[in-house]
């Protein structure tokens, strides 16, 4: 299992697989909690899973059969690129019935999934019962918007269209969601001018408020975050102050640090465990690599990240950079750049913001329920925001869960 390819088949495999998991009941949601009295809030880190018809609906006829589209093996939904299989259809642990499948990855098919996942009314429907307001959302379905897949296509040019036709698709789910989703958009990271140029078009004509990137694009033979190839967008993302969001991102990669004989749910259990401290890795790289003196308004979001662990990597980088970079012309501290550049999410952490959050910085912590992912905070939001944020003030709880994210994605509240 040591090649990425035979690593996610085995994990969407294993994870997806029908009659697998325990379903997990879910009853009433609970009151909205004191602490989020008067605020609305706005999460930061959820999934919208892209639908059948997101591309066959948008494609020209001339691209009909070069777009992704669903098919079933074995009982578990596939995105397919003509005869391409670019991987499954996205996480979702949430049932149709609301109840919540635990040790899986995902229920294997589409259908099986809660509409609320992928569908704009629906969704607005659970944010209610739940007191969300606002969501920031994530792509859902792997390959089917990934660089690394749409790389290996034959025209590379199919790749840009297929990603067009995505952030199109979004900038829809945005406006018709009058104005409480807001999902991030995807770039052609392989070509820097058509990057540019959709990074513009996202901006401009759909009003997305975000990009998602991959923390070592070397991996997938795009030139790294240091190479004048990025130049064009983090002037944008600069001189716009659009945030870059990392989401879990490739600094660490979780599946191939578990021990193969364990059983899955034990081998998942440990991958998320890495996948969220990999976001460590980004902002070390970032903090170090002077971009933040050339981009001063550049903004990084660690998603699903989590917080407990910033304290101990900025004071580790900072004893570091002081031993292993002697003479380094960096302007500030690390504790400074995080300051100024870096936002964490927390979802179900209870010592980091109960604890740490003066420490880490109020106004770079955002609040996050990773819906419908099986780590997803669901169905205990209220319950967890009363808990850990119920001893703090009104500003401090408002700001955490309302003002941060507002101001970082120039969303009106």
């Known amino acids: 299992m040591s090649k990425p390819k035979e690593q996610l088949r085995f994990w969407a495999t294993e994870g997806m697989m029908p009659g697998g998991g325990v379903e997990k009941p879910v009853g009433a ?27 066959t609906e948008r494609a020209p006829a001339a691209m009909k ?45 589409i259908d099986a999934h809660h509409p ?11 944010m209610d019962d739940y007191g969300i307001w606002a969501q920031i959302c994530y792509p859902n379905g792997g390959g089917a918007t990934h660089a690394r897949t749409l790389m290996q296509l034959d025209d590379p040019q199919d790749g840009v269209a297929i990603l067009r036709m995505y952030n199109e698709a979004m900038g829809e789910v945005q406006h018709s969601s009058a104005g409480r989703l807001f999902p991030q958009a995807v770039l052609p990271l392989w070509d820097s001018e058509e990057m540019l140029r959709e990074a513009r078009r996202c901006v401009e ?39 870059i969001d990392f989401h879990l991102s490739s ?51 660690s998603v699903e990240s989590g917080l407990g662990w910033v304290p101990y990597v900025l004071e580790q980088l900072t004893w570091n950079v002081g031993e292993m970079m002697p003479g380094n012309t960096l ?16 979802w179900f952490e209870t010592l980091g913001p109960t604890k740490l959050m003066e420490e880490i910085g109020t106004d770079n912590i955002l609040f996050e329920t990773d819906f419908p992912h099986p780590t997803s905070l669901y169905p205990g939001v209220q319950e967890h925001i009363e808990k850990t944020l119920g001893a703090y003030d009104f500003e401090t709880r408002k700001r955490v ?13």
């Not at 391409?84 to 019935?97: E, K, M, Y």
């Not at 704009?120 to 429907?125: D, T």
Request: aromatic letters at 12%; charged letters at 20%.
């Open 29 to 55: 949601p609970a009151p909205r909690a004191k602490a989020a009295e008067g605020i609305k809030i706005i999460d930061c880190d959820t999934h919208f899973t892209e639908w059948r018809t997101l591309w």
């Open 65 to 109: 059969e070069r777009v992704p589209v669903i098919r079933t093996i074995d009982g578990m939904d596939h995105w397919f690129i003509g005869d391409f299989n670019v991987g499954h259809i996205g996480a979702s642990v949430i049932g149709r019935d609301g109840a919540k499948l635990l040790g899986r990855l995902s229920h294997p098919t």
């Open 116 to 126: 609320g996942s992928y569908s704009v009314k629906e969704r607005l429907e659970v």
């Open 205 to 243: 004509e759909h009003k997305l408020t975000g990009f998602t990137l991959p923390d070592r694009p070397e991996q997938f033979g795009i030139p790294g975050f240091l190479d004048p190839h990025w130049t064009p967008l983090f002037e944008l993302c600069n001189d716009r102050e659009v945030p």
């Open 251 to 301: 600094g660490i990669d979780g599946f191939t640090f578990t021990w193969s004989e364990a059983p899955f749910g034990t081998r998942l259990a440990v991958a998320s465990t890495l996948f969220s401290l990999g976001n460590a890795a980004t902002l070390c790289n970032f903090i170090v690599s002077g971009l933040f003196d050339r981009y001063p308004k550049l903004r990084v979001v």
């Open 331 to 346: 302007r500030k501290t690390p504790h400074e750049y995080f300051r100024d550049h870096f936002y964490v999410c927390y």
């Open 401 to 413: 869960l309302q003002d941060n994210a507002a101001g970082l994605y120039h969303l009106p509240v």
